[in-house]
């Protein structure tokens, strides 16, 4: 007789949110360390699925229908498509314009 | 006819308003229209007096600010309503007649009138000719508006509006420094004493919730003003008083007024200036009896200025300086009298004064409009070239003197036997100072008249032209009789009248007689100096008491002590407080600009434009905020 399976580990609150904090910090490191505009870009994608694994986590473990924290993360989503487009666009402006997407170079709102 | 006081003063101002309007381009109708003006509120005056004269009384008071005009942030506005919280009282203004109103209001328009007929000889040809008499009758129309107004605040418009009127004629000649100067002096003295009227006329509504004097004199009567209070209060008010009337120690505008027209000094000194400080106390004293401090201060003020001015006059050389101490004095003798209780004694004194002294002035005038100096010892021997002049000046003079029966002997000796009765040291100064006025009177009469010419240059003899005969000669008239009116012997009617009580002050021969023999000490040791026109003995006694001559020539160094206090201490303070503003308040204002630009050029460093530069103090500034709100759920 086999034996049984240890029983399958419980994902519990905990897991989403360490999950969630790190995409977002993972996220952030980029956002702030990196040169090139689409990976900027990337990295804050990252930081908002960071943040939707953190709602759907407190949604999924709340007491009683909570659906707030799923409606949000689709807002996230859709808004991030958005952003996704508006910040292309703006890469290719900024492209065209200086021949280059570094943004240590872009400085013209300096005071 | 007292119901409608009001056009009184109505008539000067249409008259001062058409001149100012346009009028003024044609001299002649411009000094007609006032003189008709005041001979018309002349004949209105006489009509009041008349009416009081036959026991009628009118106040009348209408709402001027209403009280939602004044209610708001300062309600309310005095003490009494402090504790009762009762609604402010509107601000009302009106005019009453009474007889203290009635009598002011004959002396101003009579004196304003002959004045105004003595200008049109005198100040023929001035290239201001209109302008002086829109002047004169803006002055006629303040004065008579200040003896009408029934409440303190109605008093104060007229006050400053007197105030004014005498800036401008003073400064009438303002192409003369000199002249420019002495209206600056007497509007700034003055003004020094405002203030404090202001001052006493505020803190007097503050305790008493009303500006009529009538309900003040109540309330004082009823004790429901505190003593204190009530002193300082009508102190407070007799300092506007001390300014106007030329009290010692803001004495020092008037000598220097003799800068204007002579018509002017004649009109300032008796009627329409400096007699509205001695009204004041007297409209005031049914209040000022009820503090004996405030009495008696006005009293030693009074006293001690009769005698104070009167030194100064013994000495000085130019005639209408000797007159303008004179005046100073009289007005002290005023002061004296309603100090001590004889506040109808202190009127007479202020009527019958008006008139002597316009006429002294005129007179004072005719000669100056003969000779063209003020210098009594370049004048002489003019008695055969004026003798009208003469004449009249010689009664005025003996009736400032006080010899009787003339009009300064009855109102002199009823202040002289007031002060008998209670203030013998008061009393003596009075006397000393009837003999030093009867002496420097009649050192101007022997220095102008008698003897021979001592000026340079031909005197052309003229005489006087026939608008100033005519005013000495209707102005001698008052000076003889208007004593009679107050004649203990006649049971004093004018006393009666004023005072509003039974009771007469009786015939002190004893005071008579003194002061009558005083003054003819005084005549005769004028005589014996510069009888004839002699000025020898004169300057040879002032050599031999040089010091004590050279200090009443620097009029007791009291001018120089003020030019002193303004030209140092208080220019001094100015150019501290200049100093305290261009460096300190203004440093602190320039402070704060350069902060601010300094502040702003380094934080523009942080500016860098760098997206992610912006965004590490964006996660920064999260970070904060979480460390801060793990901080506050850990507290609880």
């Keep these: 007789m086999p034996t049984a399976l240890p029983p399958l580990y419980p994902i519990t609150l905990q897991h989403g949110l360490v999950l969630g904090a790190a995409l977002f910090s993972l996220g952030m490191i980029g956002a702030l360390t990196k040169r090139n505009a689409i990976e900027i870009l990337m990295s804050i994608e990252v930081m908002l699925n960071g943040v939707m694994v953190t709602f759907i986590s407190f949604a999924r473990h709340a007491q009683g229908p909570a659906l707030g924290g799923q409606i949000f993360a689709i807002f996230i989503m859709t808004v991030a498509a958005a952003e996704a487009a508006v910040g292309l666009a703006i890469v290719i402006a900024v492209y065209r314009l200086r021949r280059s997407v570094a943004v240590d170079t872009v400085n013209s709102l300096q005071g | ?636």
């Design chain 2, 1 to 636: 006819m007292a119901e409608v006081a009001w056009a009184i003063p109505l008539c000067p101002l249409v008259a001062f308003v058409i001149i100012s309007l346009g009028a003024r381009r044609s001299p002649g109708f411009s000094a007609a229209l006032s003189i008709v003006a005041v001979a018309v509120s002349l004949v209105l005056a006489v009509g009041v007096i008349a009416d009081v004269l036959a026991g009628g009384h009118v106040e009348q008071s209408r709402v001027w600010i209403p009280a939602p005009a004044i209610a708001g942030p300062i309600v309310p506005l005095n003490a009494a309503a402090l504790q009762s919280g009762a609604a402010p009282q509107p601000f009302s203004i009106g005019f009453q007649v009474d007889a203290l109103t009635a009598v002011m209001l004959l002396v101003v328009t009579s004196i304003s009138f002959v004045v105004q007929i003595y200008s049109l000889g005198y100040m023929r040809g001035d290239s201001g000719f209109a302008r002086y008499y829109a002047f004169l009758s803006l002055f006629s129309m303040s004065m008579l508006g200040l003896v009408l107004a029934n409440n303190f605040l109605a008093l104060f418009v007229f006050w400053e509006l007197v105030g004014l009127c005498s800036y401008l004629l003073i400064g009438h000649w303002h192409e003369r420094p000199a002249a420019a100067e002495a209206a600056k002096k007497a509007f700034i003295v003055t003004r020094a004493g405002d203030v404090g009227l202001l001052l006493g006329v505020l803190f007097l509504y503050w305790h008493a919730g009303t500006f009529a004097f009538g309900d003040i004199a109540q309330m004082a009567a009823d004790g429901r003003i505190p003593a204190g209070a009530l002193t300082v209060g009508i102190l407070l008010v007799f300092c506007g008083a001390v300014g106007k009337s030329a009290q010692f120690p803001l004495h020092v505008w008037l000598p220097d007024a003799m800068e204007g027209p002579t018509p002017v000094s004649a009109l300032i000194h008796a009627a329409t200036m400096v007699a509205a400080g001695v009204y004041l106390m007297a409209r005031t004293f049914p209040i000022l009896e009820h503090s004996s401090t405030a009495m008696a201060v006005v009293a030693t003020i009074g006293g001690f200025t009769a005698f104070f001015a009167a030194t100064m006059g013994l000495v000085s050389t130019d005639i209408k300086r000797v007159l303008a101490y004179s005046t100073v004095s009289q007005l002290g003798y005023m002061m004296l009298a309603i100090g001590i209780g004889a506040m109808s004694a202190g009127v007479f004194h202020l009527f019958n004064h008006a008139f002597f002294k316009a006429l002294l002035f005129l007179c004072a005038g005719s000669v100056i409009h003969l000779v063209e100096t003020n210098e009594m010892f370049e004048m002489g021997g003019l008695g055969r070239r004026l003798p009208l002049t003469t004449i009249t000046m010689t009664i005025a003079a003996l009736s400032l003197a006080g010899l009787p029966p003339l009009s300064g002997f009855w109102s002199k000796d009823e202040i002289l036997g007031a002060a008998l009765a209670g203030h013998p040291i008061l009393f003596v100064l009075a006397l000393a100072t009837v003999g030093m006025t009867a002496f420097y009177m009649f050192r101007v009469i022997f220095l102008t008249f008698s003897g021979s010419f001592r000026g340079t240059g031909h005197v052309e003899s003229h005489g006087e032209p026939i608008s100033m005969a005519l005013s000495l000669v209707i102005l001698v008239i008052p000076s003889i009789i208007s004593g009679f009116w107050g004649m203990p012997f006649a049971g004093n009617p004018f006393g009666r009248l004023v005072s509003g009580s039974a009771e007469s002050t009786g015939f002190h021969p004893v005071v008579a007689t003194s002061s009558v023999i005083v003054a003819l000490l005084g005549i005769g040791i004028a005589w014996v100096m510069y009888g004839g026109g002699r000025i020898e003995a004169g300057a040879g006694l002032s050599a031999r008491i040089a010091p004590l001559h050279q200090l009443l020539i620097r009029r007791y160094y009291l001018d120089d002590l003020y030019e002193w206090l303004v030209a140092r201490v208080f220019l001094g303070i100015g150019r501290l407080a200049a100093t305290f503003d261009a460096e300190v308040i203004d440093g602190a204002v320039n402070g704060t600009g350069a902060l601010t630009v300094l502040i702003g050029g380094s934080l523009r460093r942080i500016q860098t434009g760098q997206v992610q530069t912006y965004a590490w103090a964006l996660f920064a500034g999260i970070l904060v905020l979480a460390v801060l709100l793990a901080g506050l759920r850990l507290e609880r």
